[in-house]
């Protein structure tokens, strides 16, 4: 028996029964999900969930069963409604629209609120899965406590729960396909699959996990005959299941897919490649594939602590095959093998692409603890440790949502700081700033657009100097710019010489304010500031960082920008002290002065 004090922890949880860890691990992982879900103070800061919530209060219900079938009529399809271009399923979308109707908040206001509360329930949902799984995978209960602690605590589920998008209902139905295709229960999962594709079409790279798991069972038994009726029927329901919970997929009244959707997905695709001038693909442009999205994923998806263990456990468990069943794993594994390689290869690798990832990671991580902590002398006192490490990354990330928002500070700073009518810079394809905040209005300051995204030539920094010229402050209120465009130099070989001497006080600005929102371990009596390592994106503003909070922050402003640029971006505000003209701006960016 393990003696040592985190031993005794240990043996003092093993002595609760599973039911009561499992709603423990369940409240847990609520706290983190739950905590701060009205984020932006009713701002809507983040661009997907606006898009989303005013195609789901632009919705109507159908009159019949034929209309909500007829792509042409129904005003359940997008297209119909004024979105010419919509790449997600409908299927979430008219899902919350139901939920937010019932529960009478179907307003925009209250709609995307009641979006991110149904992500977080569907996160909930997954880690009783995860729970599932990896019971199915051990055959002990105490196996899927630890994956579900494990999946409890990983920074990016949490982070997503706080959002309203289709990526947790694509999640959810994905695992769940997952976990009733290794149970052997091949027509739920043909559903549940059919209902991941019409959450996002990007679910169907875990179809081939579900080969896999059909071939296995065919090396078993070497039924011919059975195994082709069995792909057979799982391919017609999984259609039929998409076709009805995705009807506006297909054109009115046939199997034909829908001219309009594959438009929009080749759109879509002509945005993920190299060169693509659309601003927010443009973090991407040269990025190595699979090293960008790992490390994006091992310090802040996963969390360090995370990272590790399932580095460990995969090893171990392959290392260990004969203490689990090996076919649950080897379906786990080819799904996580074809979604990162798929993803990570892709010149667009947003970090929730990986989002289905993680359940399947913490599935191999607490079946490993759980194999493990029962081989070793003082395994137990080892795995406590293991757990309290994880801890550390989402109390961390969590105080994100207990903070003002950045652009919520920045903008009370403005209202507080800049006169009435003041002129106000902000860059293209970002939030601008002022937002408009009880009793106090952005209509009160003139806003002006700096046009930083097109091709570096002299019309774009004329029309750059002209606005600087006329404007009293200027907002960067993200890295989105600055971090794209001074790490392309071949494409905008003049935007960074631009960038570094707008910040160091070339152009007639200084720095009058930044706000930051870093993820934070409060501890009294201490302000460290730690920069996570490989996040290069926006470095260019890093000289002038702070370290303002009180405790330990870890300073992830430079990783991937939409990691921080929905809900804690970097914001810096320059005021303008020289006064000087357009002309003398233009040369001063161009080198003519």
């Keep these: 028996m393990d003696k040592t004090p985190h031993g005794k922890i240990w043996t003092f949880w093993l002595r609760i029964s599973v039911p009561a860890q499992l709603i423990t691990v369940l409240i847990l992982a609520a706290v983190f999900r739950f905590s701060g879900i009205n984020w932006d103070a009713g701002a809507h800061l983040h661009p997907d969930e606006r898009f989303l919530t005013m195609v789901a209060t632009s919705m109507k219900w159908p009159a019949s069963v034929p209309e909500y079938f007829d792509t042409a009529r129904s005003r359940l399809n997008p297209h119909n409604i004024g979105s010419g271009f919509y790449v997600y399923g409908t299927l979430p979308v008219i899902m919350v629209k139901a939920v937010a109707e019932l529960l009478k908040s179907g307003d ?3 709609l995307t609120l009641t979006g991110r509360a149904m992500s977080a329930v569907c996160d909930l949902v997954v880690l009783l899965l995860v729970y599932r799984l990896a019971k199915l995978m051990s055959g002990l209960p105490q196996a899927g406590i630890m994956a579900a602690f494990v999946y409890a605590t990983m920074a990016l589920p949490i982070q997503i729960s706080h959002f309203f998008t289709v990526d947790p209902y694509l999640t959810l139905f994905a695992v769940l396909g997952l976990t009733l295709i290794v ?15 019409a959450s996002k079409i990007s679910a169907a790279l875990v179809l081939p996990a579900v ?5 296995i069972r065919f090396i078993r038994h070497r ?48 945005f993920d490649t190299p060169g693509a001038m659309f601003p927010p693909a443009l973090q991407w442009d040269g990025t190595i594939p699979i090293i960008y999205p790992l490390m994006n994923l091992v310090f802040v998806g996963l969390g360090l602590p995370h990272a590790l263990l399932s580095i460990w456990a995969g090893i171990f468990l392959i290392r260990n095959l004969s203490r689990i069943r090996k076919s649950v794993f080897v379906v786990i594994s080819a799904a996580l093998v074809t979604v990162f390689i798929y993803h990570g290869v892709q010149t667009a690798k947003a970090i929730r692409y990986f989002y289905v990832l993680y359940p399947l990671i913490a599935v191999i991580s607490g079946v490993a603890l759980s194999v493990f902590s029962g081989r070793i002398r003082r395994g137990a006192s080892v ?28 903008s009370r700073w403005i209202y507080a700081a800049a006169p009435k ?13 002022p937002i408009s905040l009880t009793g106090k209005l952005k209509e009160d300051y003139r806003i002006r657009e700096l046009p930083v995204f097109g091709p570096d030539n002299v019309e774009k920094w004329k029309s750059v100097a002209t606005v600087l010229a006329e404007a009293d402050f200027v907002t960067l209120s993200s890295n989105r710019a600055y971090g794209s465009l001074t790490r392309l130099p071949v494409r905008f070989p003049q935007s960074r010489t631009y960038y ?48 303002p909070q009180s405790g330990v922050s870890f300073v992830d402003d430079y990783m991937d920008e939409t990691w921080t ?21 233009f040369g001063r960016i161009t080198g003519n002065i």
């Design 108 to 110: 925009y206001m209250n």
């Design 183 to 197: 149970s052997r229960r091949e027509n739920p999962s043909a559903v549940a699959f059919g209902l991941a594709v």
């Design 211 to 215: 080969a896999v798991s059909f071939l």
């Design 223 to 270: 039924n011919v005959v059975r195994s082709v009726l069995s792909v057979l029927g799982f391919t017609l329901l999984l259609a039929v299941t998409v076709r009805i919970a995705y009807p506006y997929l297909f054109s009115s009244g046939s199997l034909t897919l829908n001219p309009k959707v594959l438009k929009n997905w080749q759109e879509l695709k002509s």
């Design 383 to 410: 795995t406590a440790l293991v757990m309290a490490a994880l801890i550390v990354w989402p109390v961390a990330v969590t105080g994100i949502y207990l903070k003002p928002h950045t652009r919520i500070a920045a």
């Design 421 to 433: 009518g003041s002129v106000i810079a902000g860059e293209h394809w970002d939030d601008y700033l």
């Design 500 to 547: 570094e001497k707008l910040i160091n006080g070339s152009l007639g600005y200084e720095i009058a304010a930044q706000f930051t929102s870093r993820p934070n371990l409060a501890l009294p009596a201490a302000s460290v500031c730690i920069r996570l390592p490989f996040g290069t994106y926006g470095e260019i503003v890093s000289r002038f960082d702070d370290c």
């Design 565 to 585: 640029v929905y809900d804690h971006p970097k914001v810096i505000i320059l005021h303008n002290q020289e006064r000087l003209t357009g002309q003398e701006i």
